[in-house]
């Protein structure tokens, strides 16, 4: 079984697309307009990009009626957005927070969840996710699809701060996955959660090779 997306039509009932690119990153970012209204919302097409500086990008489809997200707007006109980490703990409010709301609705109140000010920006923090990322807006890159909710709006930026919740890591100092559960979306309406993790290392890699893997820090000298 076998088809060209771009022409026909899936042989299944479902198309295998998003349910084959699995599991994806949550992006739930929160930012703030120009005016001061806070948003909050999921992105399943979110992802690192490299570390060396830390830079992510995440992709927002447009609305059926050819509007763009609020957060890609909000990024550009203000210049920061904020990732915070989607965990199980915090699933139903990422789920709330997908909602498309009337911008007098603050995402924050609708969610139930806590605001914090960020350092960097007047863009705020989920209080209850264990993670954020302050990211500061390089540049969007509109691609055009087939369709209006098809084309998409791809934004890069720099990670410049990270907040960590010390309870959260392990007595050496890496992220406790299994602790704090992060959530991915699946294909479809499901979603999963990272409660295990194994190891592996490429066998006969030099540390060139491997540079960066092990989560060692990158491009930073102190001085004094």
């Known amino acids: 079984m076998k088809f060209d997306p771009a022409r026909e039509k899936s042989p ?13 990153p949550i992006g739930w970012l929160s930012s703030v307009s120009s005016e001061g209204v806070e948003n909050l919302a999921p ?48 699933r139903d409010a990422v789920n709330i927070s997908a909602m498309a709301l009337p911008p007098e ?33 390089l540049s969007t890159h509109r691609l055009k699809g087939n369709s209006t909710v098809g084309t998409i709006d791809v934004v890069y930026a720099t990670v410049e701060r990270i907040h960590m919740d010390e309870n959260s890591l392990t007595p050496d100092g890496r992220v406790d996955i299994a602790k704090v559960r992060p959530i991915a979306r699946m294909g479809y309406f499901d979603y999963t959660v990272v409660d295990s ?27 004094g």
Request: charged content about 20%; overall charge negative; hydrophobic content about 40%.
């Open 43 to 90: 992105y399943s097409q979110w992802q690192n990009l490299t570390f060396d500086p830390p830079m992510v990008m995440f992709a927002a489809n447009q609305y059926p009626d050819g509007r763009r997200k609020d957060t890609v707007i909000n990024a550009e006109e203000t210049g920061w957005f904020v990732w915070n980490m989607a965990t199980w703990a915090l």
């Open 105 to 137: 609705v603050n995402e924050f109140d609708h969610a139930g969840v806590t605001r914090r000010a960020a350092d960097l920006s007047a863009a705020p923090m989920v209080a209850e996710s264990p993670f954020h990322f302050e990211c500061k807006y």
């Open 12 to 24: 299944t009932p479902h198309s295998p697309f998003k349910g084959l690119t699995v599991p994806r």
């Open 197 to 223: 993790t194994f190891e592996m290392r490429v066998p006969g890699a030099d540390s060139d090779a491997q540079a960066g893997l092990g989560g060692e820090p990158m491009g930073f000298s102190a001085e």
